[in-house]
């Protein structure tokens, strides 16, 4: 209910539901090179498979090469060839 209430506010004062919600924000360049924003933990790593926890839920993202570049507790960079990610509820 929480979320839902986020969600209206975010749309009647027409902010975003990024910053209300604490909703990911994934920034790809080219398949190399994503940043996520608020996100929760890291639940898997190696260099084929990382998992992540999100408000939104688990993202996984899988490739090659994989490499965590940059984390902060609001912020990742992962580099390497990435060949897919997806979101599990």
């Given at each position: ?46 260099d084929g498979k ?40």
């Amino acid at each position: 209910m929480a979320k839902n209430i986020r969600r209206t506010f975010a749309e009647v004062f027409e902010l975003p539901a990024e910053a209300v919600c604490a909703l990911p924000v994934i920034t790809l360049t080219g398949q190399v090179d994503m940043i996520i924003e608020n996100y929760g933990g890291i639940l898997e790593y190696s260099d084929g498979k990382i998992t992540l926890n999100t408000s939104a839920g688990i993202l996984k993202i899988e490739g090659s090469t994989l490499d965590i570049k940059y984390m902060n507790s609001q912020c990742i960079s992962i580099k390497g060839a990435i060949s897919s990610f997806s979101y599990e509820k």
